[in-house]
C-alpha cells in the first residue's frame, strides 16, 4: 500500500535511535558507577554486571523471600545477607535501568545527616510518582518556599491539642467501623481487615480536615474514596516489570487527568462550603478551618465579604486534601492491621492492653465511648496502647525516605569518617532496615512493647514518620486514630487472622509487608483476611 514503506522505515529508525540511546545511557550508567565506587573505595553488592548493574545480586536476595513482599524491605534483606554491610550501615546499589542508582543506609546517624542534619529535597523518583495526582502541590513532595508556606498554613491544625479535641468527632467515625465488625462476627465470614479500616480512617480524615462524615463506610458517599483508590492505581513508583503495564498504558495520562477532574469536583464544594462557614464554626476548629484562618489572617483577607478566598489557597488544599487521605489512610490502616495480628499471636502483651484499658477507661466497655468523647485527653494516657503502636510502627514502618544528592554534598561516616559522595545517587533511608538493625535495638525482630516504657534513648533509630522538619505533618492524627480504634475493639471483639495453611510466612509471620495489586506502599499481605469474635455478648452496645 502507497505509505506504507515510509512508515515502516521512519519506524524502524526511531526503533533504531531508542535501541542506542539506551545503550549509551546503559554505558554512561555503568562507567559512572564503577568509577565513583573505585574512587571513594564504597562498599556495594558483589559481581557488579555491565549489563544488569546489580539487578542480578539484588535478584538473587528478593527471590529467597515471598514473590508478593515489597520492595522496600530490600535494603533490609540486603543487611541479613551481607553482615559486613549491615556491619558498615551503608551500600551502594545499582540498579539502572530499573531505579536510579541508591545509596541505602540502615545506619540511624547517615540517615540522620539528610533528613535532620540537613534535610535534602525528595529524590525526582518520588516527585515523579506524584507529580500526575498533586503537581507537587502537597506538602509531602513540595519543596522551598512554597512548602515553607503551606506547612505553616496547615501546622496548626495538626497540632495535638487540636487533634485531641476533635476526639468525638472521630468516635462517630469509629462507631461504624466498630459495626461493621460485629456484623462480620455475627456472619461468621472472612473479611480482608485492610479495606474496611482505611474507608474507616478516611471518614476520620474528612472529620479532622473538613469536619464532617465523608460518608464513605456507608456508602452515602461512593465516589472519593474509589475515584481516589483508582487514581493511585495508575501511579507509577519505579521501572521494574510489575510496573511495566501502567508505564505502557498509552491511556494512562489521559485516564489520570480525568481522575483528577473527577476529584476536584467532588472536593472542591466541601472546600468552598468550609470556607464559606469558617466564621461561624463552633467547637472543635478543623485542620482546614485553622488553616483558612491562618491564610486569611496572614494575608490580610479576615472580614471579607461572603468569606471568599483566593484560587490558591481552594487549588493548594484541593491538592493537600489528596495527598492527607492517601497517605493518611494507608499507612494507618496497615498499620491497625499489623498490630492486631501482633496481639493474636502474643496473647500476654494483649491481656496488658486490656488492663491498661480498664485502669484508665473503666472495667465497662460498653462505657469506654462515652468516656473518651467526654474526656478526649484519656486517649493520651494509654502509655501501654502507645507502646504497642510504636513496637508495631517499628516492626512494619509504612516507608522511607528518597532524599535527592548532589555534587557537593557528602556524607561522613560516624564511625570510619570516611566520605560518602551522594551525586546522581537516591538517598534512602531504610526505615526498616534501620528499625530492624541490632546495633541499634536488642532483639529487633521481636515484638517487645514494653521497651518503649523505659527512659531508653532510641536518638534517629525510630523514624517511621521520618524525622527533621520534612517529617510527616499528620503523625500525631495517625496515633491519635490507632489509641482511638484499639480501644474500642480490644476488649470486646477479637480479630483472628485467617490466612491459609498455604500461605507465605516471612520472619514468622503470615501477615508481611506486601505490594498488592493497585497500591504504591507497603500493605499487609492478602489486605491481612480475618474472622471477627464476639468476646463480651452485651457490652458492644455504643
Known amino acids: 500500500m502507497p505509505g506504507t514503506i515510509p512508515m515502516l522505515k521512519w519506524g524502524g529508525i526511531f526503533v533504531l535511535t531508542a535501541i542506542l540511546y539506551f545503550a549509551f545511557k546503559l554505558y554512561q550508567q555503568r562507567v559512572f558507577f564503577r568509577r565513583t565506587v573505585k574512587k571513594y573505595n564504597l562498599p556495594t553488592l558483589p559481581g557488579h554486571s555491565w549489563l ?5 545480586a539484588v535478584g538473587k536476595i528478593m527471590a529467597k523471600y515471598p514473590q508478593d513482599v515489597h520492595g522496600q524491605l530490600m535494603p533490609d534483606f540486603l543487611a541479613r545477607d551481607y553482615p559486613e554491610l549491615a556491619e558498615l550501615g551503608i551500600c551502594y546499589i545499582d540498579l539502572w535501568p530499573i531505579s536510579w542508582p541508591m545509596l541505602a543506609t540502615f545506619h540511624r546517624d547517615i540517615a540522620a545527616q539528610f533528613t535532620q542534619e540537613t534535610s535534602r529535597p525528595k529524590h ?13 502541590k502537597d506538602l509531602v513532595l513540595s519543596e522551598g518556599a512554597f512548602w515553607k508556606k503551606w506547612r505553616a498554613t496547615f501546622n496548626p491544625g495538626f497540632l495535638t491539642q487540636n487533634i485531641t479535641a476533635l476526639g468525638p468527632e472521630f468516635i462517630e ?19 480482608p481487615l485492610e479495606d474496611c479500616v482505611m474507608k474507616a480512617t478516611c471518614d476520620i480524615i474528612g472529620r479532622s480536615v473538613l469536619g464532617i462524615s465523608l460518608g464513605i463506610q456507608t456508602g452515602v458517599d461512593d465516589k472519593i474514596f474509589p475515584t481516589l483508590k483508582s487514581a493511585i ?18 491511556f494512562r495520562h489521559s485516564r489520570l487527568s ?45 472580614g471579607t465579604s461572603g468569606g471568599t478566598i483566593d484560587p490558591e489557597f481552594l487549588d493548594v488544599t484541593i491538592e493537600n486534601l489528596k495527598i492527607f487521605l492517601f497517605a493518611g489512610h494507608d499507612t494507618t490502616a496497615s498499620t491497625l492491621c499489623f498490630a492486631y495480628n501482633s496481639l493474636y499471636q502474643l496473647p500476654d502483651a494483649l491481656a496488658k492492653l486490656q488492663l491498661e484499658h480498664d485502669a484508665v477507661l473503666g472495667t465497662d466497655p460498653s462505657d469506654a465511648t ?13 502509655s501501654y496502647t502507645t507502646a504497642i503502636i510504636k513496637e508495631t510502627l517499628r516492626l512494619e514502618p509504612p516507608i522511607g525516605s528518597c532524599r ?8 561522613g561516616h560516624p564511625e570510619t569518617g570516611q566520605q560518602l559522595p551522594t551525586d546522581g545517587f537516591i538517598l534512602f533511608s531504610a526505615s526498616k532496615a534501620i528499625h530492624r538493625n541490632p546495633k541499634f535495638w536488642s532483639e529487633p525482630d521481636k515484638f517487645i512493647p514494653e521497651r518503649w516504657l523505659y527512659p531508653v534513648a532510641h536518638k534517629n533509630a525510630f523514624r517511621p514518620f521520618e524525622l527533621g522538619p520534612r517529617g510527616c505533618i499528620g503523625q500525631e492524627l495517625a496515633l491519635t486514630e490507632l489509641r482511638l480504634l484499639l480501644a474500642m475493639t480490644v476488649r470486646e471483639l477479637d480479630i483472628v487472622p485467617a490466612y491459609k495453611e498455604k500461605d507465605e510466612v516471612l520472619l514468622g509471620y503470615q501477615a508481611y509487608q506486601a505490594q498488592m495489586p493497585g ?11 480475618v474472622m471477627v469474635r464476639i468476646k463480651k455478648v452485651g457490652n458492644s452496645n455504643e
Open 233 to 250: 492505581s495508575l501511579l507509577v513508583t519505579d521501572w521494574s516489570p510489575p510496573q511495566w503495564g501502567r508505564l505502557l498504558n498509552p
Open 519 to 529: 497500591e504504591l506502599t507497603a500493605h499487609p499481605s492478602k489486605g491481612m483476611p
Open 173 to 191: 467515625e469509629a462507631l461504624v467501623w466498630k459495626k461493621y465488625l460485629q456484623k462480620i462476627a455475627k456472619d461468621g465470614r472472612v473479611v
Open 370 to 382: 462515652r468516656r473518651i468523647s467526654e474526656t478526649p485527653t484519656l486517649l493520651n494516657q494509654l
Open 404 to 411: 535527592e544528592g548532589s555534587p557537593t554534598f557528602f556524607l
Open 52 to 56: 544488569l548493574g546489580n539487578l542480578i
Open 258 to 302: 480525568s481522575l483528577n477532574r473527577q476529584l476536584r469536583s467532588q472536593l472542591q464544594p466541601l472546600i468552598e462550603a468550609q470556607v464559606q462557614n469558617h466564621e461561624r464554626q463552633e467547637g472543635p476548629k478543623t485542620v482546614n478551618g485553622l488553616a483558612i484562618r491562618t491564610y486569611m489572617k496572614e494575608y490580610g483577607l479576615e
Open 124 to 136: 525526582e523518583i518520588i516527585r515523579g510518582q506524584f507529580r500526575p495526582l498533586t503537581g507537587l
